[in-house]
């Protein structure tokens, strides 16, 4: 026996007969209750109305959805509402299983995203209008105004009656319902004109059937019969196709169980029959023991019905959950996209996409224009600040010092200073007013915590903080800011005193390594044209003595270009073009290295950057409350007993002037816009050294997921772009001169040889490439060069022979020697005599008979 489940007790009732399979209930509240009695008696359940998530088939096995789950319709929401940038929702929902699981689902969805549900607003099934109109008025006191209705159908309509009283169908709204709506609007043919207009813009989800023949075929039958009762229900909403496939997954189901030879059998569970009703004879109640194997052919069940492909997945859920998003608009309802798991927000239908590859990309997501309530195409800005009398709430650091920064006044706005006109600025370039409160935060007598004050806005104790407060990793963790209106990153602030003259200032332009290499070059060079010219040049010849100072006076006077040697060889005039440029380089560099040593003044420091000052052991002074505490103990593993809290301009000048040996610091970390302050109090007294090392900014803090901070980075951008930004930083922080000088302390100025190693590499090999060409040519000549007058041969004895190898060896490199010795014109002559000699006794040779 099958039986269709309508209302609570009936379905109890009808499972006194022998029942294999029930269909139903449509409520999910129902179904929870049947399900338990349905596992009991091993009944397989097909629920075509009850989208509860939290009926699943691991508390439920017999459980079997033949509609698709709240769940995915709940992530279709938070894709409909994440593609127009909204990030809170309030949900409007009926307090019963129905309504309280599917916005718990919502919330679910929406958290994976970063975005929330900031108010949940249920009533009870069947509240009044009373009820609704007090809870609806509640809702808009807040600042959301993006809505999300569950509720059931017999009711829902009501929301909409009270929300038109109350003027929250206009423009700035946003309503948006589950599948309810559809639900009630597609179950008559032609919705009356007073409910249309209820629901003007708003856009709703309708579970998805496919346009198929088999569909239009079932209605143009079912329209057929109708005939003269067209004022009943003529039409059908999608529960309603559901419910038909479903009857037909349990026909298909049970003819393969009967084609299989399956009997069909009861038997009593004493279990329940020792319980006992007054109502329900629960006695009577059998257990389908074949239930298990309808269960497992219910479950392969697949065929196409009119709401398209009908199959089930592991957990007895349809596969291919996809929804229409509609939009109510005129007199009718239009199409602007669908939704599915497989690709999300699309404007192609469903089933066109799923041979495709999935594709869940953001940037993909599409829809068609939407009409919203006000009959506007505009998107909603979502938010609007609360009609409740509550203006923001925005912290402000009262500090000790640097008061051009932020402080306390006596105006009615109660607060002053740069960051307070940025912020005045930015608000006035909004489109919407935005109400605010500025509140002191801190004593004035020390400067307040920063990470404390963050704290406090991110634990809703404030709106925002305005503020020098600085964007760090750690507090971009739990609120969000503004895009940086002001640039900063901490510098290195030291006492600095003139340096001493010297008398070897004029050493100071080269380094000792460039020093020695420089020299070596002279030398070096002087000996490859000496080399070059001696055989050609008689001012390169003479005694040895001579020959050698001729190398160093020669060398060295080419620094000056004063040397009186002429070189005549081309290789050797080659050596000193290059040499000559290296020297004109050198020469260049050395004097105005040394003009600036000598005329610019030097100060000078123990501590060049923050390299150096980390390496020493002496203390560091910081501003009190800032992040450069942390940062110097945290990041760079300064001990916590070096670092020494400043409160403002005065204490830096007197710790900075004491010194370490005085009770002092050795120097300052701070945010360059304090230390530039810093710089116009003490009138350039200390310097910068070093560069920034890190690199941040001031912002704008505000709760998470907070609309004002998107929309004031906004208004920043454009106060940059126009100039505004820079005028109010000209009013209130108006560097002086030296706050640009950060190079003018002394620090290791001299050239190194990596300044110049490119030139002397040049001219080394140009000096490898001459002599290897000259000594290349010399020893051609030498194999033909032969002697005016030849030595008598000493006629040695045979044991002497073992004694010839080594001076043989040593007279051929003194002929050697004494053959680059000879000037080259002797050399050429002797090779002209050899050559004519050489003639003559070839033609004496060839006369002979």
């Known amino acids: ?203 709703s989800l309708r579970q998805h059937t496919t346009n198929s023949v088999i569909k239009k075929e079932f209605l143009k039958k079912w329209k057929s019969k109708q005939g003269n009762e067209r004022k009943q229900t003529t039409s059908f909403n999608s529960y309603a196709l559901y419910a038909y496939d479903s009857v037909w997954v349990l026909a298909h189901a049970l003819d393969k169980f009967l084609k299989a030879g399956e009997r069909i059998t009861f038997s009593y569970d004493p279990n329940i029959r020792r319980t006992n009703s007054t109502d329900i004879q629960l006695s009577s109640l059998r257990v389908f023991n074949e239930g298990n194997k309808l269960l497992e052919m219910i479950r392969d069940t697949r065929f196409v019905g009119l709401t398209g492909e009908v199959k089930f997945d592991e957990d007895k859920n349809l596969v291919h959950p996809a929804y229409d998003v509609i939009n109510i608009g005129g007199t009718g309802v239009r199409t602007v996209g669908y939704w599915s798991n497989h690709s999300g927000l699309s404007v192609d239908s469903p089933e066109s996409l799923y041979g495709k590859r999935m594709n869940r990309s953001s940037a993909d997501q599409r829809l068609y224009s939407i009409i919203w309530p006000g009959e506007t195409s505009d998107k909603p800005r979502g938010w609007v600040f609360p009609n409740n009398g509550k203006p923001l709430r925005v912290a402000v650091p009262y500090r000790h010092s640097y008061k051009e920064v932020v402080t306390k006044d006596k105006s009615t706005q109660g607060v002053r200073g740069y960051c307070i006109d940025v912020f005045e600025a930015a608000v006035s370039l909004l489109p919407y007013a935005v109400p605010r409160k500025y509140i002191l935060y801190g004593d004035g007598r020390m400067n307040p915590s920063y990470n404390s004050l963050v704290n406090a806005v991110a634990e809703n104790k404030y709106d925002a903080a305005v503020g020098d407060v600085t964007i760090t990793t750690n507090r971009t963790r739990i609120v969000d800011f503004t895009q940086p209106y002001m640039e900063s990153g901490l510098v290195v602030v030291v006492a600095v005193k003139a340096a001493k003259p010297t008398p070897w200032a004029f050493l100071k332009p080269f380094t000792i390594q460039m020093w020695l290499v420089t020299g070596g070059f002279f030398i070096f060079v002087g000996s490859v044209v000496w080399i070059l010219e001696h055989r050609l040049n008689h001012e390169f010849r003479g005694p040895p003595s001579q020959q050698v100072m001729t190398i160093f006076w020669f060398s060295f006077s080419t620094m000056f270009f004063s040397h009186r040697e002429n070189t005549v060889s081309t290789l050797g005039r080659m050596v000193l073009i290059l040499w000559l440029f290296v020297v004109l380089i050198i020469n260049s560099s050395y004097t105005a290295s040394l003009t600036s040593i000598l005329t610019v003044q030097q100060l000078t420091s123990r501590i060049e950057g923050i390299d150096s000052l980390t390496s020493s052991n002496e203390p560091i002074g910081v501003q009190d409350g800032t992040f450069a505490y942390n940062y110097l103990v945290r990041d760079l593993q300064i001990a916590e007993s070096r670092i020494k809290p400043l409160r403002g301009e005065e204490e830096y000048a007197n710790a900075l002037r004491l010194g370490p040996k005085g009770g002092g610091v050795a120097a300052i970390v701070d945010e360059l816009p304090y230390v530039e302050l810093f710089m116009r109090y003490t009138k350039c007294e200390f310097r910068i050294v070093g560069q920034e090392f890190t690199k941040s900014g001031w912002g704008f803090a505000f709760q998470r997921d907070s609309p004002l901070a998107v929309d004031l980075s906004t208004a920043i951008l454009q106060l940059s772009e126009n100039g505004e930004l820079q005028r109010i930083h000209d009013k209130w922080l108006a560097a002086p001169s030296c706050s640009t000088q950060a190079t003018d302390v002394e620090e290791s100025s001299s050239l190194s040889l990596g300044n110049f190693w490119g030139l002397f590499l040049i001219c080394g090999v140009a000096c490898f490439i001459s002599l290897s060409i000259f000594f290349g040519r010399m020893l051609c000549q030498y194999r033909q060069f032969t002697p005016d007058e030849e030595e008598p041969h000493e006629v040695l004895e045979p044991d002497s022979q073992t004694r010839r190898g080594r001076p043989s060896r040593l007279v051929s490199f003194r002929d050697l020697m004494d053959f680059y010795d000879k000037k080259d014109a002797e050399i050429k002559e002797v090779l002209r005599r050899n050559r004519r000699e050489a003639r003559r006794e070839s033609g004496e040779h060839s006369g002979s008979p």
């Open 1 to 203: 026996m099958i039986q269709i489940a309508v209302d609570f007790l009936a379905p109890l009732k009808l499972m006194e007969n022998d029942v294999v399979a029930a269909i139903g209930p449509q409520s999910s509240g129902i179904a929870h209750v049947i399900s338990h009695v349905v596992n009991e008696l091993q009944v397989p359940l097909l629920s075509f109305g009850a989208t509860d998530p939290t009926l699943s088939s691991l508390q439920y096995p017999y459980f079997i959805r033949t509609t698709h789950n709240d769940y995915h319709q709940m992530s279709a929401i938070t894709d409909l509402v994440l593609h127009f940038d909204w990030k809170e929702i309030i949900a409007i929902f009926v307090d019963d299983d129905y309504g309280r699981n599917g916005i718990s689902a919502l919330g679910d969805t929406l958290a994976n995203k970063r975005a929330r549900i900031s108010y949940k607003a249920s009533f009870t099934p069947g509240a009044s209008l009373a009820n609704v109109t007090e809870l609806l008025t509640k809702v808009n006191l807040m600042e959301c105004r993006v809505y999300v209705v569950h509720v059931n159908p017999d009711t829902g309509l009501n929301i909409f009656h009270v929300a038109k009283k109350l003027g929250m169908l206009t423009s700035g709204y946003v309503w948006v319902t589950t599948d309810w709506l559809p639900a009630v609007l597609d179950s008559s043919e032609l919705p009356d004109d007073d409910t249309m207009d209820l629901i003007q813009g708003v856009v």
